[in-house]
């Protein structure tokens, strides 16, 4: 120990002031670095120890920590400065400043340089002096991949900046705080308020006496310490010192010490964490067994009874901090975030905890709260850990358990559960009580048991723990049974054997089968080791003695052997015979076989030989024909033409050998056997039958080509023969009804026709009658006719009725007549018309077939009634001499003449003598009285008379048509004229029965139609002015269209002219201004003049000043200060040859004019214009046409409303 050197002596540079580095850095050149932050906290320095290194501190209690590499050890200062830094021997102290942060770098030292024996990293764990304070939460190693090449000494590439979150670094501060804590954070804002009130005032003063402050009061904190391979280990530690460093070899102190000041933090940055740091300690509420809530508020700008002035941030960021082992034990950050609730969960049942709340805001954090303590409720137990097994027998097992996590309450009893050994999942109580272990016994040997626990206490039970599984103790078993031959084969032997006996059914047993064969020499040897109780010896020698005994076995030994068995293996099977062959001539029905014995016999004699036999070439059914020792078989009872394959297979005693080859052979033809009698398909008809038959049951060993059918009657012996081809059905036909016929089929192959077979007699059925004589038609007169037909031939069964078809079409004629009699009269028959009749024969068997048709001719008669007499339409008739008041127009339909050719119709229309016309479909009846009703019909006449009357129509001749009306013109302008005629209102309903037509004349002296209907007036528009026009008029109505009237003429007056524009005034001077207007081109060589008018102040009536022909005037008479209204007009002086004419149009809108009194700057001159102007924007027309919007407007809003609000 003495050669140790000295350790790190940083006695005079700690403090109890603890505020932590967000993350360490990693080096990996083999230097040690130690750096300070100027970011959050000026007073961190970060000792980083490399691996293989280690860095020994003294804790407060006096013990030794010893922290191994890779590890970052942050220490506190509390002035900032660079604590000094004892060195190995080799290397030197190196201060550099990277980013803001100044940090001590252990470099090798030059050759010249010879430091003294301080070293502050050892690999043993040295008793050091106290040191810098270690933070925990900084102490886990990086990860081995973080470390690589560094080009020089204190240059660190990106990947090493700080890999640990703030909330990390900061969750475990208060866990070294001062046993004067509560007092702590009031006196640091008091001094930081101080200091804020000395901001800008000596400066270095400040800085002097900071340096100069005396640390706080030592920490104190517990901290478990655990030893591991010779190194002394202890988290938490925290402790501080004060004295120099002493080794035990009782060196002096030596070495290099570095001093580096850290800048001093901005007094506001001070300030702001002195705010952050005023927060109250949270609330708790809702304690549950695992859960609670907190609360707690924002911090407060009121420190020491003032106001701090430092601005408020608009946003918190809370970190919530817990320790469960005393309030100052370790803390563990829970919870980061804005909310000031949370809910913590997973927490220990029955557990006293405390928490801080630590308020952060723009990468600033303050100190930690003050803790509230809370103590959360009591619950159930855990769920324990499955009970182990302390002792086993045969029928025992001894089980013993630990106790779980009471939660607060006492557990008062154990409830131990098994499955009684059966294995099917059900679980069953076998102890309940408080002790911690159990015995089961009357168990079996070898038997297996699962067991699960749990536990219980006041407040309930907690979850069964894991299943277990537990056996007995066995024993060894007894002498098994000798093994038992399965089966044998040529190379094997399957042989079983049972379990000894005594055994239980579920203890696992394995098993040793052991042979020896008589010829090896070698004794017995295992074959098979398992636990089946079967087993398979192959690879043997056939016809080979083999001797077998089985051993069993289990955990606890081995049995003696059983008893030992012999076995002997099967001899092979013979070798295949050879192919059988022919011997002799082949028969149809037989031929004989033969064969030679098989090559190899397989060790044992030939027993017999067995032939088999399939029918076919490709037959794969065999059946055995022979079996004998005898190597030669008559094959009889076959078929003849058919293929057959023969084989033969041999058997010994080591088993059948294979089949031969197999021989084909085929047996010759013959001529089919004889054919079962043909059958009937269906049931007989009339004249026909429909035979079916089938194959004969033996075909002559050839296929069947052919069949033949003959016929005969039954009372004649004469055969004919009515079939002959390969079907199995046919048709015989041509046969008479209620006859019997025999028949009888034979079959035929390549080898000819067999015989044939048995007679069949079948019976035709009964047919309907044949068919009918043509019947005989006698026509009695135009309308009446007389049918008779004759009894045509039965067919064996009697006629019952018979059907009459009569039509004026042969191919749609239909039944009149349906019953037993032979004769039929016929009425209402139409007059020279031809007809068609045919009759059939029907009895109970069905109908015959009609007869042939026959044709017949009514003779003629006098006209049918005329059909459709109506009155032709006013607007149809083209007769110019047709009038409607003096005329009816009637039409008809030619009616049928009934064979003899219509002459002349008579018409009758009430008068003493009828009409007689000619051979016409329409006539017109003149010389009528107007407004007369006439009664018509008509009738047809021919040269057999007259035909019956139409029926009667009544028509009705119109009144005269009406008069024309005296046109005259009541409006008139230079463009329209109204017209009016007749007597009535302007304008009539249409139902009037009086219409107009008004017409006038065009260009090229014809008359075109202007108007048709019932109103009395007309205006005729788009007509040139000072033209005349001539017009006539017509009345019509139901009569027709009246004459036309006289012409009159109308002549159209001349247009005035249009309105003018407002003039345009310009002021000339005070008392004179300047009219213009626009100028109008003459109308149609009239000259156009102009009168331009005043009204002056309030005088009601305008005076004209003006009547010319120019377009401009000059008004020099204004008086100042006065109104004045101008208008102007245009005014057509028409040269017509009866005197002159002057045609005054419209005047203008209204232009008002102020006179005022001209101002000195000459700008403004025509300010009056514009004045004028701009009040002339709303004359007198435009005011009319805004109250006219402004009263629409109304309106429709309140049909809206009323709309809106009333109607819906």
């Not at 252990?106 to 502050?120: C, D, R």
């Not at 016929?711 to 041509?734: F, H, I, L």
């Not at 018979?802 to 349906?818: D, T």
Request: glycine share 8%; net charge neutral.
């Amino acid at each position: 120990m003495a050669e140790h050197p000295p350790l790190l002596d940083t006695a005079q540079i700690l403090s109890s002031d603890i505020s932590l580095l967000s993350a360490p850095i990693v080096s990996a050149d083999g230097t040690q670095q130690v750096r300070t932050s100027k970011c959050l906290f000026p007073y961190v320095i970060l000792v980083q120890v490399n691996p293989g290194e280690a860095f020994t501190i003294r804790r407060e209690d006096g013990q030794f920590q010893c922290i191994t590499g890779p590890a970052q050890v942050p220490m506190m200062s509390p002035n900032g400065s660079v604590p000094p830094i004892y060195v190995p021997p080799g290397y030197a102290p190196q201060v550099i400043e990277d980013n803001g942060v100044r940090r001590v770098v252990v470099v090798p030292q030059a050759p010249e340089f010879h430091p003294g024996s301080h070293t502050v990293i050892h690999r043993s764990p040295h008793p050091p002096l106290p040191g810098f304070i270690p933070v925990p939460t900084m102490m886990p190693p990086p990860p081995r991949h973080m470390y690589s090449p560094v080009t020089g000494a204190g240059d660190m590439a990106t990947q090493y900046m700080p890999q640990y979150q703030s909330s990390q670094v900061y969750g475990d501060v208060d866990a070294h705080s001062t046993h004067g804590r509560s007092n702590f954070r009031d006196e640091r804002s008091s001094k930081t308020y101080e200091r804020l009130q000395k901001k800008l005032k000596d400066r270095q003063g400040t800085q002097k006496d900071k340096m100069s402050s005396p640390p706080s009061s030592p920490q104190k904190c517990p901290s478990p310490i655990n030893e591991h391979n010779g190194l002394i280990k202890g988290q938490n530690a925290s402790g501080i010192n004060t004295g120099s460093a002493k080794n035990k070899s009782g060196r002096g102190k030596s070495g290099i010490q570095v001093d580096t000041e850290i800048e001093e933090k901005d007094e506001e940055t001070k300030a702001f964490e002195a705010l952050l740091s005023n927060i109250d300690k949270p609330v708790s509420s809702d304690v549950q067994a695992r859960t609670v809530v907190l609360t707690w508020s924002p911090p407060s700008s009121f420190i020491n009874g003032e106001t701090d002035e430092t601005t408020e941030p608009e946003l918190y960021s809370y970190e919530i901090l817990v320790s469960s082992t005393g309030k100052d034990g370790k803390y563990k950050s829970v919870y980061v975030g804005e909310e000031t609730s949370v809910t913590l969960n997973d927490l220990k049942p029955a557990t006293d905890y405390h928490a801080k709340v630590l308020a952060e805001s723009n990468a600033i954090k303050g100190t930690p709260s003050e803790p509230e303590n809370f103590t959360t409720l009591s619950c159930e137990p855990d769920i324990p850990n499955p009970p182990r097994i302390t002792n086993r027998t045969k029928n025992s097992l001894t089980l013993q358990w630990k106790a779980p996590s009471d939660n607060g309450s006492k557990i008062q009893s154990f409830t131990l559960e098994w499955d009684e050994g059966k294995g099917n999942g059900e679980f069953c109580q076998c102890y309940m009580g408080s002790q911690k272990q159990f015995k089961i016994t009357k168990l079996s040997p070898a038997m297996g048991c699962k067991f699960r626990l749990s536990a219980k206490n006041d407040y309930g039970t907690s979850g069964f723990s894991e299943e277990v599984l537990y056996y007995t103790s066995g024993c060894a078993p007894s002498m098994p049974a000798s093994p038992v031959l399965a089966k044998a084969g040529v190379t094997w032997l399957s042989l079983q054997w049972s379990k000894p006996s005594g055994t239980p059914s579920d203890e696992g047993i394995s098993y040793i089968l052991e042979m020896e064969e008589e010829t090896s020499g070698y004794g017995f040897k295992p074959k098979y080791d398992g636990e089946d109780l079967a087993y398979t010896v192959k690879n043997l020698r056939r016809s080979t003695k083999y001797k077998f005994k089985v051993i069993a076995y289990n955990s606890e030994g081995k049995s003696n052997p059983s008893e030992i068995v012999e076995f002997t293996t099967c001899p092979d099977k013979p070798g295949v015979p050879v192919k059988p062959s022919v011997k002799g001539k082949i028969h149809s029905h037989s031929f004989k076989i033969t064969w030679d014995p098989p090559k190899d016999n397989g060790g044992a004699a030939i027993n017999k030989y067995v032939v088999e036999m399939a029918e076919g070439s490709n037959g794969n059914k065999w059946d055995m024909i022979y079996s004998g020792a005898t190597r030669e078989h008559l094959c009889d009872r076959l078929s003849p033409g058919c293929f057959y394959r023969l084989r033969v297979y041999c058997i010994s005693d080591g088993g059948q050998s294979a089949v031969s080859e197999s021989l084909l052979v085929q047996t010759p033809a013959v001529p089919p056997g004889p054919c079962l009698p043909p059958r009937l398909q269906g049931r007989p008809r009339a004249k026909e039958i429909q035979l079916r038959w089938g194959p004969p049951l033996v075909d002559g060993g050839s296929p069947i080509s052919c069949y033949g059918v003959e016929m005969s009657p039954a009372e004649k012996d004469e055969p004919r023969e009515v079939y002959q081809g390969s079907e199995v059905e046919c048709t015989v036909s041509s046969l008479l009804p209620g006859k019997t016929y025999s028949f009888r089929l034979r079959a035929a192959n390549k080898m000819g026709f067999g015989p044939f077979s048995e007679k069949f007699d079948i019976t035709t059925a009964p047919g309907p009658p044949d068919q009918c004589r043509p019947p005989q038609v006698t026509c009695r007169s135009a309308t009446c006719a007389q049918v008779n037909w004759e009894v045509p031939l039965s067919n064996g069964t009697d006629v019952t009725e018979y059907r009459l078809e009569w039509g004026g079409v042969e191919g749609s004629m239909q039944i009149c007549y349906c019953g037993p009699g032979l004769s039929y009269e016929l009425k209402g028959l139409a007059p020279a018309t031809t007809y068609y009749c045919r009759v059939q024969a029907l009895s109970v068997v069905g109908a015959g077939p009609f007869s042939e048709v026959v044709a017949c001719v009514t003779p003629p008669s006098v006209p049918a009634i005329v059909t459709c007499l109506q009155e032709i339409s006013d607007d149809d008739i083209e007769n110019l001499q047709y009038s409607p008041s003096t005329c009816l127009a009637i039409s008809w339909e030619k009616p049928c003449d009934h064979g003899s050719e219509i002459l002349a119709y008579s018409i009758d229309f009430g008068e003493k003598q009828p009409l007689t016309v000619g051979k016409i479909t329409n006539y017109i009846i003149d010389n009528l009285q107007p407004d007369t009703t006439y009664r018509i019909r008509i009738q047809a006449l021919n040269s057999l008379g007259a035909g019956p009357f139409s029926h009667m129509i009544k028509l009705k001749t119109k009144p005269l048509p009406p008069e024309p009306p005296r046109l005259e013109c009541v409006a008139f302008n230079h463009q329209n004229l109204k017209l009016k005629w007749g007597e009535g209102t302007p304008k009539t309903l249409s139902t009037d029965s009086v219409q107009y037509h008004l017409q006038m004349e065009d260009k090229n002296g014809r008359f075109v139609s202007l108007y048709r209907g019932p109103c009395h007036t007309y205006k005729v528009q788009r007509l040139n002015e000072s033209t005349s026009y001539k017009f006539c008029i017509q009345a019509c109505n139901e009569a027709g269209e009246g004459p036309l009237s006289q012409e009159y003429i109308f002549t159209t007056p001349k247009s005035v002219p249009a309105a003018l524009k407002a003039p345009k005034i310009e002021k000339v001077n005070d008392h004179t201004c300047e009219l213009t207007w626009e100028c109008l081109q003459p109308m149609k060589g009239d000259p156009v003049i102009y009168s331009l008018q005043v009204m002056v102040g309030k005088d009601s009536e305008f005076k004209q000043i003006y009547k010319g022909p120019d377009s401009s005037f000059r008004y020099s008479s204004l008086q100042l200060n006065c109104e004045y209204r101008f208008r102007v007009c245009a005014i057509r002086q028409c040269q017509d040859p009866v005197g002159h004419q002057d045609l005054v149009g419209p005047y203008s809108t209204t232009v008002l004019f102020i006179s005022q009194r001209t101002e000195p700057p000459a700008s403004t001159n025509r300010d009056p214009v514009g004045n004028t102007r701009a009040r002339r924007a709303l004359s007198d027309e435009q005011c009319a046409a805004v109250i006219l919007v402004l009263f629409a407007f109304f309106s429709i809003l309140i049909a809206f409303i009323i709309q809106y609000f009333v109607i819906k």
